[in-house]
T-cell receptor, first 111, second 114 residues
């Protein structure tokens, strides 16, 4: 099973770049790494997904080393509205979408 | 376009009762998954349905059941409610049931069992 490990919490000042690293030592060959953001009392929201090297969209960047045993979500110049829980997801083996959300990383952006 | 819609948004039940939660996926999405999120924890997978068939089941007791209708909407049923069933129940839809498909979540149903 591809289990993920990420920091429980992080604090950052507004305007700074935030990097959240997730380890997934047993990721399967065909699996992608996906990150979601969740605000209180809302469902998770897709942020970014990648397989290897670097992926960038309008919200974040995702860095994945060659061995794919970890990945780093990078949020540029965070604002107070980025305060949320961030989840790193890797599918459970056996197909389909039996994804496991860990506790996630609670990011607190400070003014 | 409408996102994933769930009803009701909030629900209060007492122990032993039964509850039905409903989910309408994004138009065109044929896969629906259900998750339970207890306060302070990440969502836990309960069921996945695709084309009206169960494609996956998480580690939940038989008190939990679900089904998907021809229009791809879905219901989650929980019988004999326990205090520990109090949680945010999330529905997610996707185009296909593949493992790397992007999931689109609704805002959830907050269930309180007294």
């Amino acid at each position: 099973l591809a289990k993920t490990t990420q920091p429980i919490s992080m604090d950052s000042y507004e305007g700074q770049e935030v990097n959240i690293t997730c380890s997934h030592n047993n990721i399967a060959t065909n699996d992608y790494i996906t990150w979601y953001q969740q605000f209180p009392s809302q469902g998770p929201r897709f942020i970014i997904q990648g397989y290897k090297t670097k992926v960038t969209n309008e919200v974040a960047s995702l860095f994945i080393p060659a061995d794919r045993k970890s990945s780093t979500l990078s949020l540029p110049r965070v604002s107070l509205s980025d305060t949320a829980v961030y989840y790193c997801l890797v599918p459970i083996s056996g197909g389909y979408q039996k994804v496991t959300f860990g506790i996630g990383t609670k990011l607190q952006v400070i003014p | 376009d409408a996102g994933v819609t769930q009803s009701p948004t909030h629900l209060i039940k007492t122990r032993g009762q039964h509850v039905t939660l409903r989910c309408s996926p994004i138009s065109g999405h044929k896969s629906v998954s259900w998750y339970q999120q207890v306060l302070g924890q990440g969502p836990q997978f309960i069921f996945q349905y695709y084309e009206k068939e169960e494609r996956g089941r998480g580690n939940f007791p038989d008190r939990f059941s679900a089904r998907q209708f021809p229009n791809y909407s879905s219901e989650l049923n929980v019988n004999a409610l326990l205090l520990g069933d109090s949680a945010l129940y999330l529905c997610a839809s996707s185009l296909a049931p593949d493992t790397n498909e992007k999931l689109f979540f609704g805002s959830g149903t907050q269930l309180s069992v007294l």
